[in-house]
């Protein structure tokens, strides 16, 4: 059972609707964004209103496609669909890419031509290895995005509130973190959907509010004891956004997911901004240096966090759930396999939900695969 | 056959090129028999060298024995040059494993498309290659084994063919196990910097290189280019310490000055055939593939490119053309894996005035005047693929308009990442831009002949653009 009811997460989100449309009446900007790389904490000290959008749907994805070939990502088509479709989605003003993956790096490019919306492309080098030329570019390119917000907003992002947004953002993660250790515990104290969740509200929430309300949630937790041996297991792959967390679901009636090394997961909040210089060359380094995402080059450090979430959580076998097209997460699959040591369940979707019932066959037979074990 | 050994080239052998012609396997064949065997000896990679195994003037019947059946299908240039060029591009993966047992060093780049081997054959005894490039063998040789080598490392079907440098990389035989990988990545595709990462399995040893953003508005900044020239500055240390070598500023200017040679000759081609019709489509994708690493040898590729401008120059100033000069004009974008689409849009009557293979790095002239790594960084950043749909749209539209195109051909990769993402955009502004028709399409997969889908696609459109003559 969910520490937070969904009757209850839908209720904050449908006020948080209201209030980001107030705001964005009373003049405020509504920055939309998709990537754990961008930097929130500036686009807030910007006096915009940073706003993750991890939305996802089947007629989103079908009107993407007017835009886009159907062999691009199903989660770029959706984002683009969005757009005329999903009411968080329509309030933005502006967006911020970042350069991830190329088809992520792509799609500022089609909301501007396809949706007329400003957008702003952060350029993070691709490459992870911190050279110090790497990231003193992309601290350039945050002071560029900087310049951009100010001229969005009116508003530049000074150290102060800068500084308020950094100690915001870092309590936010720590309040996530949390919900990740109790998930890890034996039993689990919390499940793979309480992170999910709060990293869901974490990037729809102001700050304060979302760790408010991810601190009581979790506060509330405690070893949930179901019969049975549950296998514990490791969630990875593309994005999960929101409206595709029915494959978590079907995977938690029988298990637990006491890990994840997903984007909506949480490595959100993995690490903290680290303050001991600038406040704009802590960002740098923060966002530069976060667990990598697997499109990243090399991304052994990823494979690195894999391996020891296995080993420190008792991890029985890994649940990978990729996007039609998404190379980036699908190449990885047999890797992983061998690298992790473990019994893998690959499954390879859009958002149409045609194989639902497929992947709940095959779910069940890797979950009893493993309890055989 | 008799071929000259060493000693001094010999030049009072000769063979008239025939009237201008694309010809087929047999008739190469049979035409091959006419060329004395004085002028087949003339031709030895890795120049100087005079010996026999350098030998490479070969008909394409010969490939074709080793496995590129593919050969039999197409439609050549009958000129010497054109099969001169032939049996040195065939020849690479011979050559290649030759470069290891003459000493030299191979050194694998991946993804920049055309800078990289700059910097390596700057120095002494380094040979760069590209297994990007074996995204063509699989058509070649009409065969599924590299993709079956890919997708063994976990690569799944619907990506780009570029995988198959991933199944060469696990199958240790298509080229010699490089001694250092340099890999590009960054503002990139994804297919192939998720080939980079699983050869990185494969190979000894990985340099990553970062590939940056061109921002949309065009303007490339100086700390952009000062990113690169840090990416350089360490690959050019990395190869010191590889070889030994202290790489003075004047061994990189002559690397600059070698490589612009051929980027010189390759445009010049490139406004004789496009403009003029003196060479077939099939020809100039090879030859501007060329630029990205020389066939792995630089030397006699300067050769091979100079002797093709010189016949294409003759051709133009006898008023000689290979394609029809009222064939319908057709600008080219993404070079297609099967070579034969080339062949039979000329067939049916097109003409290629134009091309964006993704390679426009390679085409662009160093400046010479700047420090080596600038010079190479800043013509790096007229890259492709690192830019927006747009800029590249912009460069088709360039070309269109120069060349008065009547129409746009797209050949994309089913999954590609780039493909997906900018094929309709570019498409749409090919349209609005001009309003010229635009054939999209995704290359089928390796066969002996196109498909019927895609040939009646080629056919229609090319109806179309007749029609509005």
């Not at chain 1, 009757?7 to 920055?31: F, N, S």
């Not at chain 1, 690298?339 to 979950?367: K, M, W």
């Not at chain 2, 993804?111 to 380094?126: E, K």
């Not at chain 2, 063998?137 to 590299?146: D, G, H, I, K, N």
């Amino acid at each position: 059972m969910a520490l937070m009811p969904a009757a209850d997460r839908e209720r904050v989100k449908a006020k948080r609707l209201e209030e980001l449309a107030e705001l964005k009446a009373g003049g405020r900007k509504i920055v939309g964004y998709f990537c754990l790389y961008a930097p929130v904490e500036l686009i807030a000290a910007a006096g915009g209103v940073p706003v993750r959008l991890v939305r996802s749907s089947a007629r989103a994805e079908s009107a993407g496609e007017k835009f886009l070939r159907p062999d691009a990502c199903s989660f770029c088509k959706s984002c683009l669909g969005g757009f005329g479709l999903d009411p968080l989605s329509q309030l933005a003003d502006a967006v911020v890419g970042v350069t991830t993956c190329d088809m992520m790096r792509r799609l500022p490019e089609a909301i501007e031509a396809c949706r007329d919306i400003p957008t702003f492309q952060l350029y993070l080098p691709r490459t992870s290895e911190p050279a110090p030329h790497r990231l003193a570019e992309f601290r350039r390119q945050l002071g560029k995005l900087g310049e951009w917000l100010a001229g969005l907003t009116g508003r530049p992002p000074d150290e102060e509130s800068l500084g308020q947004s950094v100690i915001a953002q870092n309590r936010l993660r720590a309040a996530v973190r949390r919900g990740d250790e109790l998930r890890a515990e034996v039993p689990p104290a919390a499940t793979g959907s309480d992170v999910l969740d709060a990293v869901a509200l974490a990037g729809m929430l102001d700050p304060e509010t979302a760790a408010r309300v991810i601190e009581q949630s979790l506060s509330q937790a405690g070893p949930v004891r179901r019969p049975g041996a549950r296998p514990r297991l490791l969630l990875g792959g593309s994005i999960i956004t929101e409206d595709d967390r029915w494959l978590v679901e079907m995977v938690e009636e029988k298990a637990d997911i006491v890990a994840d090394i997903v984007c909506t997961g949480a490595r959100w909040a993995a690490e903290q901004v680290t303050v001991d210089a600038s406040l704009l060359d802590a960002l740098a380094r923060f966002y530069f240096g976060r667990l990598p995402c697997m499109c990243r080059r090399p991304n052994n450090r990823l494979y690195e966090h894999a391996r020891r979430l296995v080993a420190d959580r008792q991890v029985a076998g890994l649940v990978y759930k990729t996007l039609l097209y998404c190379d980036a997460w699908s190449f990885e699959s047999r890797r992983l396999h061998e690298e992790l040591g473990i019994p893998v369940l690959a499954t390879d979707s859009d958002y149409s939900g045609q194989n639902r019932e497929q992947v709940r066959t095959r779910i069940e037979a890797f979950l009893e695969t493993l309890q055989r074990k | 056959m008799t071929v000259t050994g060493s000693g001094p080239r010999r030049e009072a052998a000769a063979w008239p090129d025939p009237a201008p012609a694309r010809i087929g396997f047999d008739e190469w064949a049979e035409l091959f028999e006419t060329i004395p065997d004085e002028v087949i000896g003339r031709y030895h990679y890795f120049p100087p060298s005079r010996d026999q195994w350098s030998l490479y003037l070969f008909p394409p019947q010969t490939f074709a024995i080793y496995g590129c059946r593919h050969l039999r299908r197409l439609k050549f240039d009958n000129s010497l040059a054109a099969l001169r060029m032939w049996g040195f591009v065939q020849n690479e993966t011979e050559r290649l494993f030759r470069a290891r047992q003459t000493g030299r060093r191979v050194i694998a780049c991946m993804g920049d498309l055309g800078a990289l081997p700059v910097i390596v054959n700057s120095f002494p005894g380094c040979v760069a290659f590209y297994p990007d490039c074996i995204w063509w063998t699989p058509f070649v040789m009409e065969s599924r084994v590299l993709f079956d080598a890919a997708q063994a490392q976990g690569i799944p079907e619907a990506t780009c063919f570029s995988r198959a440098a991933l199944g060469a990389f696990a199958r240790h035989a298509y080229f010699p196990d490089p001694e250092l990988v340099i890999a590009a990545t960054g503002a990139s595709c994804d297919d192939y910097s998720g080939v980079e990462q699983l050869a990185a399995r494969h190979a000894r040893e990985v340099l990553w290189v970062e590939s940056p953003l061109r921002h949309s508005c065009g303007k490339v900044e100086p700390a952009t280019i000062g990113l690169l020239v840090s990416e350089y500055r360490r690959v050019v240390e990395r190869l010191e310490r590889l070889t030994g070598h202290r790489l003075a500023a004047d061994e990189l200017q002559r690397g600059v000055a070698r490589a612009n040679r051929v980027r010189r000759a390759v445009g010049g081609l490139r406004r004789l055939a496009y403009g003029r019709g003196v060479l077939p489509a099939l020809e100039m994708m090879v030859v501007e593939f060329g630029n990205l690493h020389y066939y792995s040898d630089l030397d006699e590729w300067t050769n091979v490119i100079e002797h093709l401008l010189a016949t294409a120059r003759a051709r133009a100033a006898a008023g000689q053309r290979v394609v029809a000069g009222d064939g319908l004009r057709i600008v080219w974008v993404t070079p297609p894996a099967d070579p034969l689409l080339l062949c039979y849009l000329e067939d049916r009557g097109g003409r290629v005035v134009g091309t964006e293979y993704v390679i426009n790095q390679a085409l662009e002239e160093m400046d010479e005047q700047q420090p080596g790594l600038e010079a190479i960084a800043g013509s790096f950043m007229a890259a492709s693929l690192i830019g927006t749909s747009r800029q590249r749209a912009e460069s088709v539209l360039s070309q269109a308009r120069e060349q008065n195109a009547e129409g746009v051909l797209i050949s994309g990769i089913l999954g590609g990442s780039h493909c997906a993402m900018e094929a309709r955009l570019i498409a749409d502004r090919v349209k609005a831009g001009l309003d010229l028709p635009v054939l999209e399409f995704d290359v089928a997969q390796p066969a002996a002949e196109i498909d019927r889908q895609t040939r009646t696609r080629i056919d229609a459109f090319l109806e179309l653009v007749r029609s509005r003559r």
